[in-house]
């Protein structure tokens, strides 16, 4: 649809940019103020100018903490973004089937996110949880605490648990503003279910995908609360992902100077890859007019 | 057939979602010694020690009503001002508007630690500390892009000559905007709702930084609970089975529009 | 229900061996033209030399040769839907395609060339084309054999001709024509259909069933079938002369006969009445209606 030529739209949005402006640039200009000062006590700073992009760039703990990241968010969007469209394309379309599944998948997402990792600490205790426990009777020594490979399962399983559902009601929002019709006319073509679902019930969702896709990506490489709560970045450094160390950095050793600059960095790198995916995904589908 | 194989598979992932949620349900119904002292699948010694405790401890209870007050707070500042903004993002052609669309959305790219002290900064110097209208407000900075890009989705799925009709018939345009546009997606609101809620519910960093007491959050409350003897498995379990309650009515409450707004809106 | 006598009801869509063309277009968007023509035959295993062969015959009888290699999702509307068609021309094992109001989304000034089209091809290739449609005209143009339907049932299958001088239905009447056709309600006097005192001479044939019917009886008449004169005349009723619309090579005269309206096409070249008029039913164009069907 062409749309209308009318720069008086700006008045419908002004409200929007206001709360969002006042929230954001401020508090983003003292991040950007930080990240050039050496903040040695409050009140008491010194100008550095680059220094500390310049010390950021070689810092190794940064780097891991960044791989672990990349790491963490790729399994995790490989893992979701399927399971979560399998998911929707079995949910119901009619009945009370409907409501039903959408108020269970809705549950995971409902939840705090500390109390997300308060509960996994305990479903993987072997003495009080029940996955803890299950594992261990057989016969795997499961800890979270102590092997770095169980923590990363943990956290994985964790995170799949917790949003996949997101990605299944994106999903199942586009599915269900497919028209009948097209569905006939795959039938008419003899087409396989799989025929059906990669020709047409993937390019209708192209809308909802790039939603999810970027709210996940978005999601999980910031991710903080759940696996700080769950692992505390543990064992060792394992788990140690890029927020972790931003906010031991900021917090732990009042660090501020490095940890906003680290804080910008992180804040590019996931623009630059989000802009990335949005374009990628915008062009995939070209000429196309849903 | 392949209908059998869908509804199993899907029991069978819904049997396992709910999993680590019964096992909340089971630590919250028994006390922290029992579940310190042995493992049962389900209470054997049922209590609702748990419960009790919550509903009559101050501290308690009155963290669930502070974080209702301002999720709703938020959830309609955030609907009405991204219902004008996705119109005109979806009707109409404006100077920088693609440019406009994104940077809303960049407002999530941030990670929120390190603006947790500037965001204290900035609302202590406005004397908004501990107020739930001050919560309300920094969660508009990720719920408003949030709702503008989804409400943008299923405007765009309405065409445009049922805008250029009401005109022609002579409605002005809030009241096409209220008694015509936006029953017709009703549902998209639903989900917009829906999702502005959900994430303003979770979330903790700034909801504990910009309260001290009289705002305090159920989120901040809950962390509360680690003590000298270590945290109270059976306490936290109950507060969080609670948490979940308020969001599961809003479902409750929108499902109908979440279903048929599944079927309408082009997202 | 039956193809070539073999008894189809209960096999699925696929096996029926039908094509549908929807009412706005439905492709596969991530598919060129070529890709969209030729998915049908590729599901069914055809091998690749004959898929080239028939979706080059196929998009060359739809003037689609041009377009092969475009993506199908960036061309008008009216290309779209011949995509549509093609796709159901392409297998050659097809016994019907199935028409759901196909015009719809196209643009008026483009309709006629895909009508064109049609024709061209059930002449080329003689198939069987099942058409929907609200649109008279296009029926009318259209078809062999028109099927017309009111309120879930079949009221009439005939040639356009049939329906136009023997509407087996009130609505048949109504709805074909331009205007449709007079309705008068009346009481039958030997070979006279009365209405509120105005005698219609029937001819005998109609009048004997006439007098068998049971229900309410009507007459009817096409407004291109009444015969108006200025004067006098046997067998003419008189009526008077309400509005004259002049639509160029016709014009549509409304009258009153006793408080009951009624429409005529005068062609041109004929005099236009003003005031009063006589008006003749000539009886071999006049029908009688009974509880609104054809009495026959």
């Given amino acids: 649809m062409d749309k209308w030529e009318n720069n008086k739209a700006w008045f419908l949005v002004i409200p929007v940019c206001a709360f969002v402006a006042f929230s954001a640039i401020i508090p983003l200009m003292t991040v950007v103020n930080y990240s050039v000062q050496d903040i040695i006590g409050p009140g008491a700073s010194v100008f550095v100018g680059t220094d500390w992009f310049k010390n950021v760039l070689h810092d190794y703990r940064l780097h891991d903490a960044l791989w672990r990241q990349f790491l963490f968010s790729g399994l995790v969007l490989l893992i979701e973004m399927p399971l979560g469209i399998l998911i929707a394309l079995a949910m119901p379309k009619r009945g009370w089937g409907v409501p039903f599944s959408l108020v269970t998948l809705a549950l995971p997402l409902l939840i705090p996110w500390n109390t997300i990792g308060t509960i996994w600490i305990i479903f993987t205790r072997p003495d009080i949880g029940l996955f803890g426990s299950a594992i261990n009777s057989l016969g795997v020594a499961f800890d979270h605490t102590r092997r770095p490979l169980d923590a990363w399962v943990t956290l994985v399983l964790m995170e799949v648990w917790h949003w996949t559902p997101l990605v299944s009601l994106l999903a199942y929002a586009g599915l269900r503003a497919i028209p009948e019709v097209y569905y006939q006319a795959a039938k008419i073509d003899g087409a396989s279910p799989w025929a059906t679902f990669y020709y047409i019930q993937l390019p209708k969702m192209r809308g909802v995908l790039t939603i999810a896709l970027l709210l996940r990506f978005m999601d999980s490489f910031l991710i903080y609360a759940e696996p700080f709560v769950l692992t505390g970045g543990g064992p060792g450094n394992s788990t140690t992902f890029l927020s972790i160390y931003v906010v031991k950095l900021a917090l732990g050793q009042f660090d501020l100077g490095p940890a906003a600059t680290i804080s910008l960095i992180y804040f590019l790198i996931v623009l630059l890859l989000s802009f990335i995916f949005y374009q990628v995904l915008q062009r995939v589908g070209k000429g196309e007019k849903v | ?267 | 229900m039956l193809y070539n006598g073999n008894d189809v009801t209960d096999l699925s869509a696929e096996k029926r061996n039908i094509a549908q063309v929807f009412q706005f277009p439905v492709l596969y968007d991530t598919m060129t033209v070529f890709d969209n023509l030729a998915f049908p035959l590729r599901n069914r295993g055809i091998e690749k030399m004959e898929v080239t062969k028939r979706v080059h015959e196929v998009a060359d009888i739809l003037d689609l040769i041009p377009f092969l290699k475009k993506k199908a999702a960036g061309l008008t509307a009216d290309a779209k839907q011949k995509i549509s068609l093609g796709r159901g021309l392409v297998r050659s094992d097809v016994a019907a395609i199935l028409f759901d109001e196909p015009l719809t989304v196209i643009d008026p000034h483009l309709k006629w060339g895909l009508r064109r089209k049609l024709k061209e091809i059930h002449e080329q290739l003689k198939l069987t084309l099942i058409y929907v449609t609200h649109d008279q005209m296009e029926a009318l143009t259209f078809a062999d054999t028109v099927v017309v339907m009111y309120e879930g049932e079949i009221v009439q299958i005939g040639t356009p001709q049939d329906l136009f001088e023997n509407p087996e239905h009130r609505f048949v009447g109504y709805f074909i024509g331009s205007p449709g056709m007079n309705f008068l309600p009346c009481t039958l006097d030997g070979d006279v259909a009365q209405v509120d005192g105005a005698r219609i001479t029937l001819d005998k044939k109609t009048a004997a069933l006439g007098r068998q019917a049971r229900g309410k009886l009507e007459v009817g008449i096409r407004p291109v079938h009444l015969e108006l004169s200025l004067q006098p005349v046997k067998r003419g009723v008189p009526a008077t002369v309400k509005a004259v619309e002049d639509q160029g090579s016709y014009k549509i005269v409304t009258l009153t006969l006793a408080d009951k309206t009624l429409r005529a096409k005068l062609l041109e070249g004929k005099p236009v009445p003003e005031g009063k008029a006589w008006v003749t039913f000539p009886a071999q164009w006049t029908r009688l209606f009974s509880d609104g069907r054809l009495v026959k």
């Avoid at chain 2, 974080?67 to 903004?85: D, E, R």
């Avoid at chain 2, 943008?152 to 009241?175: C, H, K, L, V, W």
């Fill in chain 2, 1 to 267: 057939m392949k209908g059998k194989k869908k509804t199993i598979g899907l029991a069978i992932y819904f049997g396992l979602l709910f999993l680590p949620i019964y096992w909340m349900i089971n630590m919250s119904l028994r006390t922290n010694a029992d579940i310190l002292a042995s493992f049962a699948l389900f209470p054997i010694d049922l209590t609702f020690q748990n419960y009790i405790k919550i509903f009559t401890d101050a501290s308690w209870y009155s963290g669930y009503i502070n974080s209702m007050i301002y999720v709703s707070i938020n959830t309609l500042i955030s609907l009405a001002t991204a219902l004008p903004a996705a119109y005109a993002f979806s009707r109409y052609q404006f100077m920088g508007d693609k440019h406009l669309f994104f940077w809303l959305l960049t407002n999530r790219m941030a990670p929120a630690a390190v603006f947790a002290l500037p965001f204290f900064q900035l609302y202590s110097a406005l004397h908004l500390i501990d107020t739930h209208i001050a919560v309300a407000l920094a969660h508009c900075l990720f719920n408003i892009p949030l709702a503008v890009w989804i409400l943008e989705g299923f405007m765009s799925g309405i065409p445009r000559e049922i805008d250029e009709t009401a005109f022609i018939d002579g409605y002005s345009f809030p009241r096409f905007f209220i008694t015509i546009f936006i029953p017709l997606i009703r549902a998209g609101v639903g989900v917009t709702a829906f999702f502005c809620f959900m994430f303003s519910w979770v979330e903790l960093l700034l909801a504990r930084t910009l309260t001290v007491t009289d705002a305090k959050p159920i989120v901040a409350t809950m962390t509360r609970t680690i003590s000298a003897t270590g945290l109270d498995w059976g306490l936290l379990a109950a507060a969080g089975v609670l948490t979940i309650v308020p969001g599961a009515l809003v479902i409750w409450f929108v499902r109908n529009y979440m279903a048929k707004g599944f079927a309408l809106g082009r997202v």
